[in-house]
């Protein structure tokens, strides 16, 4: 991490706790994704559009992380961002080996993930241009935003297909609800708020400290962050996401991918290990939901995945715990396709 840097130091701004929180050694959260192109990638064109696109008018991306002398984050402004440092071109395939593209750009992006991260000395992001692929993949530390703030900024750099001077507009109306209700209503909302969270912090801690997962065929080891990768695809398709969560009163399209993973988790571990899988074997994770109300954001990205018709999970496993990551991906197709078939079987009766 780089202690000093070119700017202005008194100008240096704190780093967000839940940035310092993707900077640590344990997390260090970088977002890869992986953007396909229809015609062959024009090197020059890409980097005139990134010097001159809303990217780097933000302050994140065209400033360093650096630490003070009590070992505090701040980003530093950097005077100048070097558009060559960002932008990686590979002109040759990623291997001699007889796969297909999708194969190839996955073993890439699981690589990423056990590498040597983003360099200090620049700001946290690159763009890697596989050639030979027509593929562009994205690096952003996530210390730089969260993923609704930054699909917002990707959103704000494209342009109509009609209108290449206009932006996308995004479907839909704010919630207004919060205006319309009385200040004795909002008064009880907030206390509601505070009460509840007090309830599921205390709950967290408590089963932090005494509950443990149970052992099985897909637990990790020390430094298990550090082990080779693999990743792989799963492929849903929205419609039948919807069919399900349509079937449940007030779920939403996340409970379905929740159970989802648990019923494809569970073939992959009885696949396994069919003596091994136990009633009541408890795991646990971690998922990051956006709580702020982006109702025009959330409903372009639906609209998004509706043109596309499904939407894809990437799954990056260590290699010696799942060393099969291809067949967990289908374990989730099958388990989205078995829930699909017992909302049509509720309904034919």
């Known amino acids: 991490m780089a202690s000093s840097a070119a700017g202005d130091p008194s100008a240096d701004e704190p780093v967000t706790p839940a940035g310092r929180l993707f900077l640590q050694p344990e997390m260090n959260q ?138 996308p507009t995004f479907p839909g109306k704010r919630n207004r609800a919060s205006k319309e209700k009385g200040w004795w209503a909002m008064v009880n909302g907030f206390w509601g708020m505070m009460w509840f969270s007090l309830i599921f912090v205390v709950e967290f801690v408590m089963r932090s400290l005494w509950v443990c997962d149970g052992k099985t065929e897909i637990s990790g080891g020390d430094g298990v962050e550090l082990w080779p990768r693999k990743l792989a695809t799963a492929r849903f398709r929205l419609q039948d996401m919807k069919l399900i969560k349509n079937s449940v009163p007030d779920a939403t399209i996340n409970d379905v991918l929740i159970g989802v993973i648990s019923s494809g988790l569970s073939r992959y571990l009885y696949h396994r290990d069919p003596n091994g899988l136990r009633d009541g074997t408890r795991m646990t994770g971690i998922g990051m939901v956006n709580l702020r109300r982006e109702a025009g954001l959330q409903a372009l990205t639906m609209h998004m995945m509706s043109y596309a018709g499904g939407a894809d999970m990437q799954i990056v496993a260590a290699k010696d715990i799942i060393p099969d990551p291809v067949f967990l991906a289908k374990c989730f197709e099958e388990a989205l396709i078995d829930m699909k078939e017992a909302v049509a079987a509720i309904h034919r009766t």
């Not at 005139?48 to 990217?55: G, W």
């Not at 992380?65 to 002109?91: A, C, F, N, Q, Y």
């Not at 200090?120 to 593929?135: G, Q, S």
């Not at 935003?145 to 494209?158: E, K």
């Open 30 to 167: 970088i977002i890869n994704c992986a953007i396909g192109f229809q015609n062959p990638i024009n090197i020059d064109l890409i980097k005139s559009t990134l010097q001159n696109s809303p990217l780097l008018s933000n302050p994140r991306f065209s400033s360093l992380l650096v630490r003070d002398s009590d070992g505090r984050e701040h980003w530093r402004k950097t005077p100048h961002v070097d558009i060559d440092r960002h932008v990686i071109v590979l002109h040759e395939p990623l291997t001699t080996s007889p796969v297909d593209h999708e194969t190839a750009i996955n073993d890439y992006l699981a690589e990423l993930c056990t590498g040597t991260g983003l360099p200090a000395d620049k700001p946290l992001w690159e763009f890697h241009l596989l050639m030979a692929h027509k593929c562009g993949v994205v690096r952003i530390h996530h210390a730089l935003g969260d993923g609704v703030s930054l699909m917002a900024l990707l959103v704000a750099g494209c342009r109509r297909a009609g209108d290449e001077v206009k932006i």
